[in-house]
């Protein structure tokens, strides 16, 4: 992306974001219930979860809605953080807070069980110096990371160019499932892909498009379990 791209991780475009759209909310590429079955096989109910670049997501309410008891959401923009401080300032289990994803020091190193990233790594990889700043989110999401906490990366990245970043970041075990796009536009269609059956992965994912071909129509979903052996 270039022009407004390269501002996606400015806190200054995503206030003024906020402000200037309408107030309902937006889910990047997919809602809770299409990513339901995935995250109920990795991420237990009773886990503390982090939520990154949260943004005005329904996917949180989501998760509280389906018995998830901690979620912790943050994002880059004041603004978007105080409106779901106040819109969901009756449900405890939800925590809304300021927080640039690369540098969370406010944060002990171990403190959730899971993370979620649902369009942040990808918002970060398309500014300036995208690789170094994708690294330091990495490497914080991997620190505040319990041991064997999981990591779901929903992007539109393919293993070729996500796998070297995750690797580099943390030891990380590592799985692949994909979800067709169009589920998140509410397309009743049958699934092409069965969500909750991971895709086989080899060294550098070049066996990820010979078996889905060129240029998928699918989300890639990369599920990280912390491996510190």
Excluded at 38 to 44: D, Q
Excluded at 153 to 182: A, E, M
Excluded at 209 to 226: F, Q, S, T, W
Aim: hydrophobic share 35%; glycine share 8%; net charge negative.
């Amino acid at each position: 992306m270039t022009g407004t791209g390269q501002a996606y991780g400015e806190s200054w475009y995503w206030d003024k974001r906020y402000t200037d759209e309408a107030a309902g909310p937006f889910d990047w590429y997919q809602k809770y219930p299409s990513l339901k079955p995935l995250l109920n096989l990795y991420v237990p109910h009773n886990y503390r979860v982090l939520i990154v670049g949260c943004g005005n997501s329904a996917f949180s309410e989501g998760m509280v809605d389906d018995g998830y008891e901690d979620v912790v959401n943050v994002d880059i923009s004041s603004v978007v953080i105080e409106a779901m401080q106040k819109k969901y300032s009756d449900r405890p289990q939800l925590k809304y807070m300021k927080m640039d994803t690369r540098d969370m020091s406010c944060f002990e190193g171990g403190s959730f069980d899971g993370v979620v990233d649902k369009g942040t790594l990808d918002s970060i990889l398309c500014g300036q110096s995208s690789q170094q700043n994708a690294a330091k989110m990495l490497s914080e999401v991997g620190r505040v990371l319990k041991d064997k906490g999981v990591y779901i990366l929903i992007t539109y990245g393919t293993p070729v160019f996500r796998l070297p970043l995750l690797r580099n970041s943390c030891l990380w075990s590592i799985k692949l499932h994909v979800i067709d796009k169009q589920l998140s536009e509410g397309n009743s269609r049958q699934r092409k892909w069965e969500l909750t059956s991971p895709i086989p992965l080899d060294g550098d994912g070049k066996s990820v498009e010979a078996m889905l071909g060129e240029n998928p129509d699918v989300h890639y979903i990369y599920v990280c379990i912390k491996d510190n052996r």
